[in-house]
């Protein structure tokens, strides 16, 4: 068993509580065995995904909805939508709407339809009147002032308690109670904490005990709060209720919901509930470790979404954050899944302990392999160059664009593109003329190789010949090689600072193919004639 004594407000690793506490490499051997024995379950399972609408949706929330589906997909069980949104003052205008726009756009699919808290308040009413009428719950009047003294007078405590309450309303008579309800008093709800938090196993982690820190010569009490003064409730009521009328048997959600875990079985004993069993994932940092939040380094999917990344690059990304897949593929350094893939071989065994760390260069990484995937598809490919064609019209002139042309691009170098926003920038000599002056590609060519030497290159290299492909290239740059004594290099070099001005990525006999003899020779003349010039 693992014994921790923490502050219920803050939060404490699992991966750290096993640290420091004098358990023996054997006993952590055994523990690392039961934890990772039997986790997958074999029966169908009921999962969620309980975001709230306060925010657009980032990547430590994608990764939680995506995990709750892909096990729900693997058991051939449900995966549901609720909306915790009984927090009004904090709804985002847009932030419903982008959490269905984002699930649907990732190909992440619920089975029911969306529950929304705020308008199931009846339904919590009942349940708060039956844990009134058993004594598990109770009415609070005090101020904010008076709580507010109380949390800071327990701070300064000896140690400090972060359990704060004095329980003063928890012994008010029936009658006091009913005077203060008649007089319009405003109250909150108060769920009466037991003595001790329930040791809670969870799936990944293994027993967890957490208590929170008090101070025995001034007995505080954490005794969380159910229904706000508005008449609302709290995330704590309706996130246990909701899970047990909605059936779910699995919740697997971040590593920051570890110190509310115990408070919301305490709320499922209270009831007589079977509490779902728990799975809290590691959280996302940095590269160099450090957490990442909305405001440092989460990415918001609407963001990425408008940068380009693909739906199918971002699963994949995301997939990896916890969970390793199934060694005989881990061996082969096989890491790109389509969600059919991830649905089959998703298993909680493959979940990881350690913080995992996002470097966006991996997404990048799976951007570009999805998006070869889709321009060696017909159809797909079709839809790319939809995409691509209104930036395209609105940057160069309409007479140089054709839907042939762009897919060609694409299926010819479309293989040097991390994601489809950069086509135009990537390929702009396609279009237009090729920058030779502001151009520091050029400038670093021309640099290395003085201008009289490349233009006495060109001049001698001549023009192409129609028909001409890559071995007739090769051909020629390897008689320039012999009979005039030029590097294969610099030749190449040469003829890629006129046809693209030095711009890297489509091969040489690609760019003749696309811009044909007659714009490909045009170009060798005006490089040729920019290189004369600065003389």
């Not at 059919?340 to 065994?349: A, I, P, R, V």
């Amino acid at each position: 068993m693992i014994l921790l004594k923490i502050p219920t407000r803050s939060y404490c690793s699992p991966s750290k509580i096993t640290k420091g506490m004098g358990l023996s490499p054997l006993k952590k051997s055994l523990l690392s065995k039961k934890i990772k024995e039997n986790i997958h379950p074999s029966l169908p399972v009921r999962t969620r995904f309980a975001p709230s609408p306060t925010g657009f949706l980032h990547l430590g929330s994608l990764r939680t909805a995506l995990y709750n589906y892909l096990l729900a997909r693997n058991t051939n069980g449900q995966f549901l939508l609720r909306l915790e949104d009984t927090d009004q003052k904090r709804l985002v205008d847009g932030a419903e709407e982008n959490i269905y726009d984002i699930l649907k756009w990732c190909n992440i699919n619920y089975d029911e339809t969306p529950v929304k808290q705020s308008e199931r308040k009846l339904i919590y009413d009942k349940y708060v009147k039956i844990l009134l009428s058993s004594g598990m719950a109770y009415r609070c009047f005090c101020s904010k002032e008076r709580l507010n003294d109380l949390r800071r007078s327990a701070m300064e405590l000896k140690p400090p308690s972060m359990a704060s309450y004095d329980r003063c309303c928890a012994h008010l008579g029936e009658e006091e109670v009913n005077l203060k309800l008649a007089q319009g008093k405003p109250f909150t709800v108060r769920f009466k904490s037991p003595e001790r938090y329930p040791i809670f196993t969870d799936l990944l982690h293994g027993e967890i005990n957490i208590q929170p820190q008090v101070n025995f010569n001034d007995k505080r009490y954490d005794d969380l709060i159910l229904v706000k003064s508005d008449k609302l409730p709290t995330y704590h009521l309706a996130n246990v209720v909701d899970d047990h009328l909605m059936g779910i048997t699995h919740v697997i959600r971040g590593e920051e919901w570890l110190p509310s875990t115990p408070k919301h079985i305490a709320l499922y004993d209270a009831f007589g509930w079977v509490c779902p069993k728990f799975i809290h994932i590691p959280l996302l940092t940095t590269v160099g470790d450090k957490k990442l939040s909305k405001r440092k380094g989460d990415m918001s999917i609407l963001d990425l979404k408008k940068q380009g990344v693909l739906p199918e690059a971002l699963i994949n990304f995301c997939a990896l954050f916890g969970w390793s897949p199934p060694r005989d593929l881990a061996s082969k350094k096989h890491e790109c899944f389509s969600m059919e893939e991830l649905e089959n071989l998703f298993n909680l065994d493959g979940l990881t302990k350690g913080n995992a760390k996002v470097d966006d260069k991996k997404l990048w990484f799976f951007n570009k392999h999805f998006l070869q995937k889709r321009i060696s598809n017909p159809s797909t490919l079709r839809k790319l160059v939809d995409e691509i064609m209104p930036a395209l019209e609105s940057r160069y002139n309409t007479s140089t664009i054709s839907r042939e042309k762009i897919a060609k691009i694409l299926l010819n170098c479309g293989s040097c593109l991390p994601k489809i926003n950069d086509f135009s920038g990537e390929f702009y000599y396609f279009f237009d003329k090729p920058k030779y002056d502001d151009n520091d590609a050029v400038a670093k060519f021309l640099s290395k190789n003085e201008s009289p030497h490349i233009a006495r290159l060109l001049k001698k290299f001549g023009q192409f010949q129609e028909g001409t492909n890559a071995q007739d290239v090769e051909s020629m740059v390897e008689t320039m090689y012999y009979e005039g004594g030029f590097p294969r290099k610099v030749t190449y070099q040469a003829i890629r600072f006129a046809l693209a001005g030095c711009h890297p990525g489509a091969k040489i006999a690609a760019m003749i193919d696309i811009l044909g003899i007659k714009e490909s020779n045009k170009r060798l003349s005006e490089g040729l004639e920019f290189l004369q010039r600065k003389k």
